[in-house]
């Protein structure tokens, strides 16, 4: 008896002892002389093309399906440890700890993709036939690599402990986020000012400053009301930027089309010889209870100076009479925490006084949800719900509040962090894990 194996190849042929039963056509391009006592046996072709067509299609269904695996398999767990570094750090703060975060920088996955096929036949000398067999192997195997940066340094200074820009506010706002939400979590507090643009007093968002507390949590709702009912307006102020210029000829063409390229505007003036040059720019952030585009480009150009004044952690507020809402006037600017500040205020600062509840104005309509906290974590020793963004910490279990509001409240943190992301190429050697 004889057992052969051999690779994958078309035609197949074998060598057989004595007594081998011979199969296929005896013509053959290259002559093949069988040695002593030796007869040849040829597989048949289209057993060897069905067997290449199984090889094939197990390599193409293994790479897409390990691929998409990985992918996502990185993409959940990246995400959820993430997740779970906002609420440890909340934690931490609750003990007078200090915060620390780290970031996976890269992941680089290698894949090798391997599909064996095997022919086999098996010879009986008394019977006198041959018993043709076939085997398939498929392997995939993956080598991860994922490079982890803590952040510190300058990176640490710039993420977490930098005030945020006011882009950042009004991004989260004009794509629908709860203006008083944003507010209540983004904002230390309201700088009122006179019309003229000088400090008058600060109102702080801190429940230990019962009175101020009250006071912003009642213009957030005010200003939820006026949002809710498409009466508010936040946004960027637009505006023709113009430098006079007296000449005595009109500009040369080069130096009109040289203009236009850079985004600006030859004018010519009604006084003789006086032109101006001219671009559009957008400025800083307004919330406003009118149309700044109503406004002419010189009342803009003065709304933006006096933004201006403030720092871009500022968000100027232009509340005006005779308009609506405008029985409760308010000119002033929203000053903007830094990530810290805001996980500081969550975590109610190692035990502080906490958030409660506040009623909106007489002058307010209808604000719509006004939860007492902003964003409510759950302290438990059993483990929440899956569903729910968890951390377990010194042997008990931060969650986030099983709500819509808190939900949403945390996505807005998660989203502030990820706004807050640096070029990590610049931060030394990071810590490379294989496996």
């Keep these: 008896m004889l057992f052969g194996t051999f690779p994958l190849k078309s035609p197949l042929i074998m ?81 007078r700890l200090p915060v620390h975060f780290t970031v996976t920088s890269s992941i680089a996955a290698t894949f090798d993709y391997r599909v064996s096929a095997t022919a086999a036949v098996l010879y009986n000398s008394s019977p006198g036939f041959v018993t043709p067999s076939t085997s398939l192997g498929a392997m995939v195997a993956e080598n991860p690599t994922m490079s982890i940066v803590p952040i510190q340094g300058r990176e640490f200074t710039e993420r977490v402990l930098t005030p945020m820009d006011e882009t950042k506010f009004d991004a989260l706002v004009f794509q629908g986020t709860p203006i008083q939400l944003v507010m209540r979590l983004m904002a230390d507090g309201i700088e009122v000012q006179t019309p003229e643009g000088r400090f008058e007093r600060f109102i702080l968002n801190r429940p230990a400053h019962r009175e101020e507390y009250e006071e912003f949590r009642r213009i957030a709702l005010h200003l939820a009301w006026l949002n809710a009912t498409r009466k508010l307006f936040v946004s960027r102020l637009t505006f023709t930027e113009t430098t006079p210029a007296n000449l005595s000829a ?5 130096e009109i089309r040289s203009a236009v390229e850079k985004e600006y505007r030859w004018r010519s003036l009604a006084n003789a010889g006086m032109y101006e040059l001219g671009r559009r720019v957008t400025r800083r952030v307004v919330i406003t209870n009118y149309d700044p585009r109503a406004l002419t480009d010189a009342e803009r150009a003065e709304l933006d100076a006096k933004a201006a004044s403030n720092p871009k952690s500022f ?11 405008g029985d409760w006037p308010l000119f002033g600017a929203l000053k903007l925490r830094s990530f810290y500040m805001m996980l500081n205020f969550v975590a ?51 969650s986030v509040a099983n709500t819509p509001w808190d939900q949403v409240a945390f996505i807005v943190l998660y989203v502030l962090f990820q706004m807050t992301v640096t070029d990590v190429s610049q931060m030394g050697l990071p810590i490379s894990i294989s496996k």
């Design 15 to 95: 060598r057989l002892a004595p007594g081998a039963i011979s199969r296929g056509p005896r013509r053959r391009s290259t002559p093949l002389r069988p040695g002593p006592g030796e007869r040849i046996v040829r597989a048949r072709p289209m057993r060897a093309l069905a067997l290449s067509g199984i090889a094939l299609a197990l390599t193409g269904c293994l790479g897409p399906v390990s691929l998409r695996d990985a992918v996502l398999g990185y993409d959940r767990t990246v995400s959820g440890i993430e997740r779970e570094l906002l609420l440890l750090n909340i934690a931490r703060m609750r003990d």
């Design 250 to 254: 009109p500009p040369p063409p080069d």
């Design 315 to 325: 968000v100027l507020i232009d509340i005006r009479a005779g308009h609506p809402g």
């Design 348 to 398: 109610e600062d190692g035990g502080g006084p906490p958030e409660y509840d506040v009623a909106k104005d007489p002058r307010t309509g209808d604000p719509g949800p006004n939860p007492t906290r902003v964003l409510a974590i759950d302290i438990t020793e059993s483990a929440p719900p899956l569903e729910v963004s968890q951390a377990r910490y010194q042997g008990r279990y931060y």
